[in-house]
């Protein structure tokens, strides 16, 4: 919707919603140059990040980069202002039953509308279940704590933290500082299955015993998520008129899990292809960064206990700006390959000939 009204062209036709709106509440971060379109939305900006493992503390070389934080709440009343604001836009809180690629039409317990244009961001874990595409899950739970005493430095974030984990999994800890008292500190995996909600907790627990073991917390809140990483063909079933858009359409980068900033990208390369009648994907997938993302995954899905090694290797070899420029799929071929030689070769081979040959 934003990347449309973004388009004069768009301002024109009338644009439908159709969401019940009862999403929990998240938070979305992402790295960013400069000031960009988000920045009166944004809650938190850190412009220091830094990185742990067991040889110790290593602050990101971020050169212009800075780590940003928005709130979904205050997304939603942004968008919901603009609802309001203009007058081809309009929203229906419902959940769509089903949609009927052919005939052009959604359907919702109490409605019929048909469209000219139909995006889909309708996603369920299922759809990728049992593909033969390389997928593991980024699986988490976060606990906004209060500390008893100041031990937060809320300039700087931690983007991964491997100091407490296990290495028979690919695991880390996230740390987002607000004040010097209050963080979120996330317990993330990148792996094939998740845990139970209170194995997050023991980890979460045992992490901010052993970092901080003077220090008493009591939890202001809590978030709790499953994200797919896949090169499964979200595509499949898109057509001149229909699109998977999101999770959905396979705009969360598979080999991060990062999802806000690609979403930004991939809806403007998609409102440009229907602006000049070329088909809505088009162009929204990179082949060369498919064959990166399909690689690592493999190695992910299929190795799980080298991941926090391959992590601890990317932060160490490589400025954070370059992982950040690579991630984001802005890199030349000379700085992928920069990157990739830096890693040790032998599972990517072995994730080549598994995948490939
Ligand atoms: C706790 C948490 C923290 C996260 N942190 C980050 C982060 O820091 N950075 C990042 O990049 N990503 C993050 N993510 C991932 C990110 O939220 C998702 O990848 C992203 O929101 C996916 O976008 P989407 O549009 O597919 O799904 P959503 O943002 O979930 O939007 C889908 C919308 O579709 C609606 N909907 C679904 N089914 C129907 C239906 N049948 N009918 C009508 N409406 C429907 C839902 O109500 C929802 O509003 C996080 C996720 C969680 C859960």
Redesign the pocket.
């Known amino acids: 919707m934003n990347a449309l009204l973004q388009k004069p062209k768009w301002r024109e036709g009338s644009i439908l919603l159709?969401?019940?709106?009862?999403?929990p509440k998240?938070?979305?971060?992402?790295w960013e140059k400069d000031k960009g379109s988000w920045d009166q939305l944004t809650y938190k900006i850190w412009e220091k990040g830094n990185f742990y493992d067991p040889m110790g503390k290593l602050d990101l070389q971020m050169e212009g980069y800075s780590y940003k934080m928005i709130r979904s709440e205050d997304f939603l009343e942004h968008f919901l202002d603009k609802i309001n604001q203009f007058e081809n836009l309009s929203l229906i809180k419902?959940?769509?039953?089903e949609v009927d690629i052919t005939k052009k039409v959604v359907s919702t317990e109490k409605n019929k509308i048909e469209a000219e244009y139909i995006f889909d961001?309708?996603?369920g874990l299922s759809e990728i279940e049992s593909c033969e595409q390389p997928t593991v899950l980024q699986h988490f739970k976060g606990r906004l704590v209060k500390s008893s005493t100041p031990i937060f430095d809320e300039s700087t974030f931690t983007m991964m933290d491997f100091r407490t984990v296990s290495n028979s999994h690919c695991s880390f800890v996230y740390v987002l500082p607000f004040s010097a008292y209050e963080g979120l500190v996330e317990y993330t995996f990148f792996s094939p299955e998740v845990l139970k909600e209170e194995e997050y907790d023991q980890l979460i627990n045992h992490y901010l015993h052993k970092i901080y073991p003077d220090v008493q917390f009591s939890e202001i809140g809590s978030?709790?998520?499953v994200?797919p990483m896949s090169t499964y063909d979200f595509s499949q079933y898109n057509s001149s008129s229909y699109c998977k858009?999101?999770?959905?359409g396979g705009?969360?980068k598979p080999s991060s899990g990062?999802?806000?900033?690609m979403?930004e990208k991939k809806s403007k390369q998609l409102v440009e292809n229907l602006s000049n009648g070329k088909r809505l994907d088009q162009g929204v997938k990179s082949k060369k960064y498919l064959f990166y993302d399909k690689v690592f995954l493999s190695i992910l899905q299929n190795e799980n206990e080298l991941g926090n090694q391959l992590f601890i290797e990317m932060y160490r070899k490589n400025r954070a700006s370059k992982i950040f420029k690579f991630l984001d799929e802005e890199s030349s071929i000379t700085e992928d390959l920069q990157i990739i030689r830096r890693f040790k070769s032998k599972p990517f081979l072995r994730a080549i000939n598994k995948e490939f040959l």
Not at 18 to 23: E, G, M, S, Y
Not at 245 to 248: S, Y
């Open positions: 159709i969401d019940p709106l009862d999403a998240r938070t979305w971060c992402f419902e959940i769509a039953t961001s309708r996603f978030e709790q998520g994200i858009i999101g999770t959905a705009w969360v990062y999802s806000f900033k979403a």
